[in-house]
């Protein structure tokens, strides 16, 4: 079953009831109108259902069978009595209309339009907002087909470009369950998590080609109490994007490559920004991606704030250039107005039992700020082997090859070495 949609965007304001069929594995989509309210339905509630406000409802559930052009179906809300006049309760219609189309098998397949100048000021094409105890499954896909619109990114020379939607955004949710779905081809970060509480996300596929830009596989910010496991990302950017003010996330069992690794940051770019506190990494898998476990500040931050009590455990990095990296003058433009130091102070961080080969001679950076230099940073049993034919030229021969070892490099911080230590630590 395939989705097209025509409105270009899906948005639901306090809820956009479940994607999915929960359990069932039968693919269901709603799309409301531009104002339509729809809430209390997610996890089972009775609820109250607006309909209209900025938009009439066209068709709402577009059903049909991947591989047959022939087995569609329409189901439209108002066929099921569905007012959309913006006071009427319109649950039941919903209700109605959701049974109906559950019963129409097949995985969902989502597409979103191309035009760019119908997805308005929301940086969302499917967006979830302000709902208690909801659960999205059942193995559907949402085609973001970014391709056409990864031109116009301007945000990696810009820093105040106009961003492009993201294919899945949560906004102050609170007892979250999304597994088993997939993203593809986002026109920018393709699951974006802002102000949400107790969220759990496992087996999820996201993919995007390595030079897609801006195109985090989950980016997570003033969050707590986040968990993310089971699941394989490969996109154009960061797989996984802890931002500012979040607590309590953990992050397990990823499968990341290509892409820029998972990374901290970037922090302290906006004035007011929350401190990160209570992040873990662990037995996670990096290959082939540009960074492996990076933790990145701005530099002249507005603002001051904190990151701190951070573990990465457990991560093998296969072919990954700068497997470690503390970088506190990040700049992802041409330029930065200021290279004054970071004010983000970085403190109790650890990094243990990472292993595996790295393509950049310098496995090992970690620059810290020389206004606030990062306190207890400890490297335990680190052993990152250069990858063989690194930095070397086709003449020089094997043996020169195996002889050369990666190094690691600090700036503005005395590391705490605890175990093996490949490559040597910091002089």
Same mark, same amino acid.
């Given at each position: 079953?395939?989705?097209?949609?025509?409105?270009?965007? $899906?948005?639901?304001?306090?809820?956009?009831?479940?994607?999915?069929?929960?359990?069932?594995?039968?693919?269901?989509?709603?799309?409301? *109108?531009? *104002?339509?309210?729809?809430?209390?339905?997610?996890?089972?509630?009775?609820?109250?259902?607006?309909?209209?406000?900025?938009?009439?409802?066209?068709?709402?559930?577009?059903?049909?069978? +991947?591989?047959?052009?022939?087995?569609?179906?329409? %189901?439209?809300?108002?066929?099921?009595?569905?007012?959309?006049?913006?006071?009427?309760?319109?649950?039941?219609?919903?209700?109605?209309?959701? +049974?109906?189309?559950?019963?129409?098998?097949?995985?969902?397949?989502?597409?979103?339009?191309?035009?760019?100048?119908?997805?308005?000021?929301?940086?969302?094409?499917?967006?979830?907002?302000?709902?208690?105890?909801?659960?999205?499954?059942?193995?559907?896909?949402?085609? *973001?087909?970014?391709?056409?619109?990864?031109?116009?990114?301007? @945000?990696?020379?810009?820093?105040?470009?106009?961003?492009?939607?993201?294919?899945?955004?949560?906004?102050?949710?609170?007892? /979250? #369950?999304?597994?088993?779905?997939?993203?593809?081809?986002?026109? %920018? %970060?393709?699951?974006?998590?802002?102000?949400?509480?107790?969220?759990? *996300?496992?087996?999820?596929?996201?993919?995007?080609?390595?030079?897609?830009?801006? /195109?985090?596989? $989950?980016?997570?910010?003033?969050?707590?109490?986040?968990?993310?496991?089971?699941? %394989?990302?490969?996109?154009?950017?960061?797989?996984?994007? #802890?931002?500012?003010?979040?607590?309590?996330?953990?992050?397990?069992?990823?499968? @990341?490559?290509?892409?820029?690794?998972?990374?901290?940051?970037?922090?302290?770019?906006?004035?007011?920004?929350?401190?990160?506190?209570?992040?873990?990494?662990?037995? @996670?898998?990096?290959?082939?991606?540009?960074?492996?476990?990076? $933790?990145?500040?701005?530099?002249?931050?507005?603002?001051?704030?904190?990151? /701190?009590?951070?573990?990465?455990?457990? $991560?093998?990095?296969?072919? #990954?250039?700068?497997?470690?990296?503390?970088?506190?003058?990040?700049?992802?433009? !041409?330029?930065?107005?200021?290279?004054?130091?970071?004010? #983000?102070?970085?403190?109790?961080?650890?990094?243990?039992?990472?292993?595996?080969?790295?393509?950049?001679?310098?496995?090992? /950076?970690?620059?810290?700020?020389?206004?606030?230099?990062?306190?207890?940073?400890?490297? &335990?049993?680190?052993?990152?082997?250069?990858?063989?034919?690194?930095?070397?030229? &086709?003449?020089?021969?094997?043996?020169?090859?195996?002889? +050369?070892?990666?190094? !690691?490099?600090?700036?503005?911080?005395?590391?705490?070495?605890?175990?093996?230590?490949?490559?040597?630590?910091?002089?």
């Amino acid at each position: 079953m395939s989705i097209i949609d025509s409105d270009g965007r $899906i948005k639901w304001i306090l809820l956009l009831l479940t994607l999915f069929c929960v359990g069932r594995g039968h693919g269901v989509l709603v799309v409301p *109108g531009i *104002g339509e309210r729809i809430g209390g339905l997610g996890s089972g509630g009775s609820g109250a259902a607006a309909a209209g406000g900025g938009g009439g409802i066209g068709s709402l559930l577009h059903l049909r069978h +991947k591989g047959s052009s022939s087995s569609s179906a329409l %189901f439209n809300v108002k066929t099921f009595g569905a007012q959309a006049n913006g006071h009427t309760d319109d649950t039941h219609a919903f209700m109605a209309a959701w +049974k109906e189309a559950c019963g129409f098998r097949g995985r969902g397949y989502i597409k979103a339009t191309t035009d760019l100048s119908r997805y308005g000021a929301s940086e969302g094409w499917v967006e979830f907002g302000w709902v208690e105890g909801f659960t999205l499954t059942g193995g559907g896909t949402f085609d *973001g087909q970014g391709a056409k619109a990864w031109p116009y990114n301007k @945000c990696t020379i810009n820093s105040s470009c106009k961003l492009l939607p993201t294919n899945l955004k949560f906004v102050a949710m609170n007892k /979250t #369950v999304v597994r088993g779905i997939t993203s593809l081809n986002s026109k %920018f %970060f393709h699951i974006a998590l802002v102000e949400c509480k107790n969220f759990k *996300g496992s087996e999820i596929k996201i993919s995007a080609p390595a030079n897609s830009p801006n /195109t985090d596989g $989950i980016h997570i910010e003033r969050s707590s109490a986040v968990y993310f496991s089971r699941s %394989f990302i490969g996109t154009g950017d960061d797989c996984i994007s #802890v931002g500012q003010g979040n607590s309590q996330v953990t992050v397990t069992s990823i499968s @990341c490559g290509p892409g820029h690794g998972i990374s901290v940051g970037s922090l302290g770019r906006y004035p007011n920004e929350g401190d990160v506190r209570g992040l873990v990494v662990r037995d @996670c898998n990096m290959s082939g991606t540009m960074n492996g476990i990076r $933790i990145k500040t701005c530099p002249d931050s507005p603002g001051q704030s904190t990151a /701190t009590n951070m573990t990465f455990d457990n $991560i093998v990095m296969n072919n #990954v250039t700068n497997p470690i990296i503390i970088d506190q003058a990040y700049c992802p433009f !041409a330029s930065c107005a200021s290279l004054a130091p970071s004010r #983000v102070k970085l403190s109790d961080i650890y990094f243990k039992n990472i292993r595996g080969t790295s393509s950049s001679a310098v496995a090992v /950076t970690l620059e810290c700020s020389k206004g606030i230099p990062c306190q207890n940073i400890y490297l &335990q049993d680190v052993h990152l082997d250069l990858l063989p034919g690194t930095g070397q030229n &086709q003449n020089q021969n094997q043996s020169q090859n195996q002889n +050369k070892h990666a190094t !690691a490099w600090c700036r503005n911080v005395r590391v705490k070495y605890i175990g093996t230590q490949i490559p040597p630590p910091c002089a």
